[in-house]
């Protein structure tokens, strides 16, 4: 391979006492010319190492050939009559945007992204149905970056009205009874040269009328609008309306905080936006972290005093949390979302790593469970608060997704019939859910996946994935693009560690911050027990995260690099000391905490891989990868960790960086661009394991 050697130009800097140093910080100037040209020979290398593995062809057109099986419908929305939907037919690059205007009625396509002409493809980022169902509201952007611009659709024309507003990330729609205004989240337009940290600062709600000039939008929610409502420049504000109530919700997000700032309002006066009588409902100390509401009461999901979260109710005419109604108290189950159906609050739960549902009457009542078709994991859903009828998508590790219609009326679930059963068949694939114990003695769950009667001689090439942030879950998904490793006898195994919310708030803590250690042992304990059960071997074992899953993956390639065959970093926060001076940066403080407290610095010391690579030493083979219009995790982050593995590692092993020039994050990203990166993956495993 003929890598180029990255410049080594150290920088010490002291925390609370503690030096670090760091020898690629100039690759932060990522826009400059020197960074770019490393970029993109490191890119060509790498392609041209992976183009030439001998498993890298077949394994693509068997990927293909999977991902082509089926379609894949996602982001359902319901108006109580028409349903909404992404669907991405085989050899489409991204999904378009249907409608059915009744259960049994015909698909009709409003906007197909594939049919648009341009080097870089484009895919709708968030769409937002009106609702009378005559307009939808989407966001589009180039090349997975994930930069919205707003857009309406007329349905009865299929035209676009004379409309487009720039900066709307995270989209934020919410429409009006009259179906002909709406509130949007909209970023502020930052001055040339101004620092990437202010990107999500100060950014507000706008009100738009049809007809008006989108830069003449009244400003409703957002900081220094209403004395009433405290703002930080970092907050992020969002408003919902409702068809079932004639109160305005405004959320207050703390950057990636899950913990949100709530107030209530009529939605008659949010015209005069400075006089806007807003009431706070909750408070970050509330622990609210989920909410619906229908005519004068609001739900609340609150972890205050319940780790596995219960569900309270209040006025919104007089919110008091401290005289709230428990309408469901915490138990053995995580309490997950809430829905809003007709004449019951649906709740979602997390049972075991499965998804339980339950119904509690508007009126009052206990719950009550829904029935489900199988074990598994509720996909997406979508609901309308004044329709009895839902919609449900569930899937598990060997089930193919499927669509379902729950009508309140008679509890009971029927199949949509939109998507038949895959014809992939995964009848000879089982999963296993296990407890391992933690260093610590705490047990952590384990999802492994395999063919049946795989024989355990300690030889099966095997990965292992995890994330730990967030307080998010990975729960059981289908992808068929796995039984292309299935098929070569491999294992799929994820570890679910402490800091992601599979047994609620405690676990998302126990995982957080000075706590982070947790969250790598764990990674590491799996991967032992993969190990010690005569799954596989070092020899034959990878690790990977992704995104924020770079901290245990990460952190358990510096800690055993023994332990490994090759460790996978997509996308990955790696030198996370250096994460807040990213566009991304701030937002994350609430769960990463800061360099500018010594509480802060040695939680994030415990987390960032980067600072802790050693020269001389035998590191595995190693993927990173990353792409160019990644709007969460920086380029940098990517070019550094691989810059310093290169440097350090003395086992002659590749350390490769794989470059996406027109991907980002991942979200946005085509079809083929996302089997060729796992086609890449695998054929890598594969030629590094020696199968």
């Known amino acids: 391979m003929q890598q180029p050697v990255a410049r080594k130009a150290i920088v010490t800097d002291t925390y609370f006492g503690t030096t670090v140093d760091d020898p690629y910080r100039w690759m932060e100037d990522w826009h400059g010319e020197e960074l770019r040209s490393w970029v993109e020979q490191q890119g060509a290398s790498t392609r041209t190492f992976l183009d030439a593995l001998p498993e890298r062809a077949a394994l693509l057109r068997r990927i293909t050939e999977l991902g082509d099986a089926s379609p894949a419908l996602s982001n359902f929305a319901f108006t109580g009559e028409h349903f909404f939907y992404l669907r991405r037919d085989p050899g489409e690059k991204v999904g378009k945007l249907v409608l059915r205007k009744s259960l049994n009625a015909p698909e009709l396509v409003l906007l197909d992204p594939n049919t648009l002409v341009g080097e870089v493809h484009t895919s709708i980022d968030w769409y937002s149905p009106s609702r009378d169902g005559s307009l939808v509201a989407y966001g589009l952007s180039q090349g997975g970056s994930e930069e919205s ?95 079932a109530s004639d109160w305005v919700i405004g959320l207050i997000a703390h950057g990636v905080q899950n913990e949100m700032t709530l107030y209530a309002a009529p939605v008659s006066l949010l015209s005069e936006p400075a006089s806007c009588p807003w009431t706070k409902i909750a408070d970050v100390e509330d622990a609210v972290t989920d909410f619906a509401f229908v005519g004068d009461t609001i739900y609340l999901k609150t972890h205050k005093d319940a780790p596995r979260s219960k569900v309270i109710a209040t006025s919104l005419t007089s919110p008091n949390l401290a005289h709230a109604t428990t309408v469901v108290p915490e138990g053995e189950v995580v309490i997950q979302q809430l829905f809003i159906s007709g004449d019951y609050l649906l709740i979602r739960d997390l049972d075991a790593g499965m998804t339980r549902m339950r119904r509690v009457p508007l009126a009052g009542g206990l719950p009550e469970s829904l029935p489900l078709p199988f074990p598994g994991t509720l996909l997406g859903a979508a609901s309308f608060p004044t329709s009895g009828t839902a919609l449900l998508q569930m899937t598990s590790w060997t089930v193919s997704p499927r669509i379902y219609l729950y009508e309140s009326a008679q509890n009971m679930l029927r199949d949509s019939g939109w998507l038949a059963s895959s014809p992939i068949d995964f009848s000879d694939i089982e999963a296993h859910e296990v407890q391992i114990p933690a260093p610590d003695g705490v047990l952590i769950p384990l999802s492994i996946i395999h063919k049946k009667g795989l024989p355990l001689d300690g030889n099966r090439p095997t990965l292992l994935t995890g994330y730990g942030s967030y307080g998010i879950n990975l729960e059981p998904m289908f992808s068929p693009a796995m039984l292309a490793w299935y098929e070569r006898g491999g294992v799929y195994a994820v570890a679910h560690v402490r800091g992601g919310g599979e047994y609620g708030e405690e676990w998302h803590k126990a995982g957080q911050k000075l706590n982070k250690q947790h969250t790598i042992d764990d990674f590491i304990a799996c991967a032992e027990y993969l190990i010690a059960q005569k799954y596989t071997c070092p020899e034959r074992l990878a690790g990977e995260g992704t995104s924020a899953g770079g901290i245990p993956s990460g952190g358990a390639l510096v800690k055993r690099p023994d332990l490994w065959s090759v460790m996978v970093m997509r996308v990955a926060v790696l030198n996370i000391l250096r994460f807040e001076a990213s566009e991304n940066g701030p937002p994350n403080v609430p769960e990463f905490g800061s360099v500018s407290s010594e509480e802060g610095f040695k939680g994030l010391l415990i987390m960032d891989a980067y600072t802790k690579v050693k020269d001389g030493v035998r590191y595995p083979a190693a993927l990173l990868t990353t792409g160019l219009n990644d709007p969460r995790v920086v380029v940098w982050q990517a070019t550094k960790m691989a810059a310093r593995l290169q440097a350090a590692t003395c086992s002659g092993k590749p350390i490769l960086l794989r470059v996406e020039e027109q991907g980002g994050h991942g979200m946005g990203s085509t079809k083929q661009q996302v089997e060729a990166e796992l086609a890449d993956k695998l054929a890598f495993l594969l030629q590094q394991m020696q199968v």
């Open 149 to 243: 611009t707003l857009f309406v659709l007329d349905i009865a024309s299929g035209k676009n009205l004379d409309l487009a507003i720039s900066r709307t990330r995270f989209g934020g729609i919410s429409w009006f009874e009259d179906s002909r205004s709406f509130v949007y989240h909209r970023l502020r337009s930052l001055p040339p040269g101004a620092p990437e940290t202010e990107l999500y600062k100060d950014s507000r709600i706008y009100l738009h009328h049809f007809g008006g000039d989108p830069e003449q939008d009244l400003p409703i929610f957002g900081r220094g609008i209403n004395s009433r409502v405290a703002f930080t420049p970092e907050d992020l504000p969002f408003v919902a309306l409702s068809p």
